[in-house]
T-cell receptor, first 114, second 121 residues
Framework: QKEVEQNSGPLSVPEGAIASLNCTYS??????FFWYRQYSGKSPELIMS????GDKEDGRFTAQLNKASQYVSLLIRDSQPSDSATYLC??????????????FGRGTSLIVHP | DVKVTQSSRYLVKRTGEKVFLECVQD?????MFWYRQDPGLGLRLIYF???????EKGDIPEGYSVSREKKERFSLILESASTNQTSMYLC????????????????????FGEGSRLTVL
């Protein structure tokens, strides 16, 4: 059974701080990793994808991947109250019918307080 | 602009009823997915389709079936609704990964619909 693990939180950080969200995965052969943000009552939306070991930066967001440790993280710098949401880690872990199947973690709830 | 449309935002059905959840995407995507999302359990894959008329079971297919007769439409069917199928259902689509160009061999963002919240009484 493919697994993607996240701490459910909530993770509470003050406004302006760095929020660090972590995710581990079970399939050593995984190649693609995604972070989705989901506001309460809304659908998930992609905020970052990463495929190579190391860091990838996009504005206030940095994704970090370490395939040897099977670990992917998301850093949010200068956190804002509008970043308060659930963050879902997704990994393309399975293969069936000619396509990669994404497996989602259960999500980490982030609360940014003023 | 990318668009995945689910036919109903809220549905209330009775136990034993047949339920159809429709999903339409306008991006010419080959892959489509049905997930259910429950508190504390996250997103769980029910079925996916990698092409027209093709379908594969996900992690929790029991009690569900799907239909993909046209590329843009993927339907989820509950043959006989039960109370434990009360949930938020999310449809998603994705451009077929093998042909995606980009940073890696397995790229592929999922685009989600707004969700259908089903209550079975």
């Amino acid at each position: 059974q493919k697994e993607v693990e996240q701490n459910s939180g909530p993770l509470s950080v003050p406004e302006g701080a760095i929020a660090s969200l972590n995710c581990t995965y079970s399939d050593r052969g995984s190649q693609s990793f995604f972070w989705y943000r989901q506001y309460s009552g809304k659908s998930p939306e992609l905020i970052m994808s990463i495929y190579s070991n190391g860091d990838k930066e996009d504005g206030r967001f940095t994704a970090q991947l370490n395939k040897a440790s099977q670990y992917v993280s998301l850093l949010i710098r200068d956190s804002q109250p509008s970043d308060s949401a659930t963050y879902l880690c997704a990994v393309n872990e399975g293969w069936s019918g000619g396509s990669y199947i994404p497996t989602f973690g259960r999500g980490t709830s982030l609360i940014v307080h003023p | 602009d990318v668009k995945v449309t689910q036919s109903s935002r809220y549905l209330v059905k009775r136990t034993g009823e047949k339920v159809f959840l429709e999903c339409v995407q306008d991006m010419d995507h080959e892959n489509m997915f049905w997930y259910r999302q429950d508190p504390g359990l996250g997103l769980r894959l029910i079925y996916f389709s990698y092409d027209v008329k093709m379908k594969e079971k996900g992690d929790i297919p029991e009690g569900y079936s799907v239909s993909r007769e046209k590329k843009e439409r993927f339907s989820l069917i509950l043959e006989s609704a039960s109370t434990n199928q009360t949930s938020m259902y999310l449809c998603a689509s994705r451009l077929e990964t093998i042909r995606m160009s980009g940073e890696g061999p397995n790229t592929g963002e999922l685009f989600f619909g707004e969700g259908s919240r089903l209550t079975v009484l």
